[in-house]
């Protein structure tokens, strides 16, 4: 019986890289999407918190999409 595959459930744009590297590895993987990353409703927020940041101590993000829309606003 052939192994199942690992369904992956990161955002499309990511799912083509972690494919390759389970491929690589010899696991078979299948796109299965279930959130998309976009643009804030509001971009205005997170340009407020861009001016916030030289004044704080310390900035968490929560992923590296996070890291990105931020570094873009």
Known sequence: MAEPPLVLTRPAAQVPAWRDAL???????????????????????AVGAGQAVPGARAAFFASPNAVAAFMAA
């Open 23 to 45: 491929q690589a590895l010899g696991v078979p993987g299948r796109a299965w999407p279930l959130i998309a990353i976009g643009p804030a409703p509001d971009p205005s927020a």
